[in-house]
């Protein structure tokens, strides 16, 4: 196999045979303000102009050295477009969403040209323009957000959480069958636009909710997104997960991105051969204040476990230091 | 225990919050003291919860059914207090702080300390620092209490003790802080009066500042 960015990491992403180093991916946001700086892309114009965005993401694999591009830095791309207000932050702020319009968990109705609202659009956009820039070079990685997300959004975190609490079965099912088509329906059309791969965050997050409530009521549904969607498919939920790993290698997902909460060892060894395995370098310890030699020991630990691709945990602190970022892609280059 | 209040305290611990208020309403008719269905029932109950957290058999969904359950308990205990035992057990303000938009946690700890027979005064979330100082000059809390659950946010905690100082106001108020990513070295640094992993020692905490 040759040794490009693409190659190392498509065939890490199915398990498949292994180059002469590990590749160094990025399923959530690597974005921070030196990388703004370096590339002339800057929040929030990053989350709303094709180009922008675009730009911001080959960054990250030309001067982080990271062996993907991923276009999408917010959580609220979907939202926006289903009605959300939304404050797109700033350099030192990621976006956040100023209104739940489904408090009160009325019917959610999807617009039927929902992916040509502007906030959808901009996404696919920049991954087209990526596809032509760095197009079977680099792996381009798009995401969605899954309905589990889309819910904290529309009816409030807090609600949503309390609802489940209740037991509203009816409620919640509701909600996220929804939602569920909007999910589909970005994944699918990132996938046409360029995108190799595409993560499904869905946040029932370790500590937050438990691993009877994903089984219960999310599975299935991802279960349905990931037979319904064409591509390969990366899941992000943050928190602890271990209690809930083996549900999630029956998602139907191909990897799985976690947190440094979960140790590397225990991961691979519950699923690492049933699925890839994508991350786990401590964020706010290690990549926000630590060093970039603890950054390459915490790389060089995951690799030695046997995770198949290296990188954050979740999107990183926009302040992060670029060194720190560059200190995983210098752990890769040392091969396995 | 009474098996009136082991009753009480398994329907806060499982959150059926549909049968609570007959419980306490018909409990209140009985014998026994409202202090005992507080002590032994409610407060009992949401230790239980804390430790149920804590050790992931429960999460946050149920957690804060069971706080929304012993919430709708207390306050049918609530007016039924009358002089000493009436009267709060102190004042505490909480909030999250600036630029942090977290308050899943704060909000169950206020519950807690109402449980537990506080005045709680909610700040909100994204808290300025000179707005947190006017309240403190203004209402005068024993406790003020500090929650945050980012990293780049955690520092607001240390300007809210600084400014405290600046004014004049350090030994006028303890502070507690906590939020997943802050522990008691964090806490101790800064120069905190304590630090609380959940609820429960939330609680525990603001009972020992004001001597309970
Ligand atoms: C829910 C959640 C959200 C919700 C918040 C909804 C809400 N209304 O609160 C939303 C989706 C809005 C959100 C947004 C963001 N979040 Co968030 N979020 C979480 C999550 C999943 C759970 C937090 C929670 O509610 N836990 C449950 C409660 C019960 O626990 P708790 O808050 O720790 O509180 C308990 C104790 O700590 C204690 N306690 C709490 N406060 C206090 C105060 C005192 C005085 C005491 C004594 C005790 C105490 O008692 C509580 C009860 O036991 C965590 C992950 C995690 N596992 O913690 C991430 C997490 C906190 N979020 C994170 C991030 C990065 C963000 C965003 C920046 C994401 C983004 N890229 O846009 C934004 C920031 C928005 C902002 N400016 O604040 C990171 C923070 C990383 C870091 N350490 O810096 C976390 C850790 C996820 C991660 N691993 O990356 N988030």
Known sequence: MKATSYNLFMSALYGGRKGIRPPAGNPTSIACVELMKACGAFFPEAHLNARAMADLALAGHKLAGFDTVMPEYSVHQESAALGCEMDWGNETRMPDAKTAPHLDFSDVIVPESILEKPSLRVVLDALSILRREVGGQVAIIGKVMGPWT?????????????????????????????????????????????????????????????????????????????????????????????????????SGVDAYHFEWQVDAKAAVEKIGDRISLI??????????????????????????????IIGPECAVPLTTPLANLRAISAAVLDGY | MHESVQRIKESIIEGRHKEIESLV???????????????????????????????????????????????????????????????????VLMGTVKGDLHDIGKNIVIMMLEGAGFQVIDLGVDIDVEKVVAKVIKIRPQVLGLSALLTTTMP?????????????????????????????????????????????????????????
């Not at chain 1, 009816?170 to 595409?198: E, H, S, Y």
């Not at chain 1, 786990?280 to 790389?299: R, S, W």
């Open chain 1, 150 to 250: 889309l819910a904290y959004h529309m009816a409030g975190t807090q609600n949503f959480l309390l609802q489940l609490g209740l037991g509203e079965k009816d409620k919640i099912n509701r909600m996220l069958r929804q939602l569920m088509p909007v999910t589909i329906a970005f994944a699918n059309a990132q996938f046409r636009a360029g995108a190799d791969a595409v993560v499904l965050a869905d946040h029932a997050t370790g500590n937050l909710v438990g691993p009877y409530h994903y089984r219960d009521y999310l599975l299935p549904i991802h279960q349905e997104i990931t037979a319904r969607v064409g591509g390969p498919m990366i899941l992000h939920v943050c928190g602890n997960c271990l209690d809930r790993l083996e549900l999630f290698a029956e």
């Open chain 2, 25 to 91: 309403r018909e409990i209140c008719k009985t014998e026994i003291t409202l202090d005992t269905v507080i002590q032994e029932g409610l407060i009992a109950a949401m230790d239980v919860v804390g430790q149920k957290f804590g050790a992931g058999e429960i999460f946050v969904p149920e957690m804060m059914v069971s706080a929304m359950t012993m919430k709708l308990g207390l306050n049918i205990v609530k007016p039924l207090l009358t002089g000493k035992a009436g009267a709060p057990k102190g004042t």
């Open chain 1, 279 to 308: 991350g786990n370098l401590n964020n706010p310890k290690t990549l926000f204040q630590g060093t970039p030699e603890d950054v390459y020991k915490q790389a060089r630990y995951a690799i030695e476990a046997g995770v198949d």
């Open chain 2, 156 to 212: 607001e905690m240390k300007r809210v003790i600084e400014e405290l100082g600046a004014h004049g106001l350090r030994d006028r108020v303890k502070v507690m802080v906590g939020g997943a990513p802050v522990d008691a070295a964090f806490a101790e640094k800064i120069g905190a009066d304590g630090y609380g992993k959940d609820a429960a020692q939330a609680m525990a905490l603001a009972r020992s500042f004001v001597g309970l």
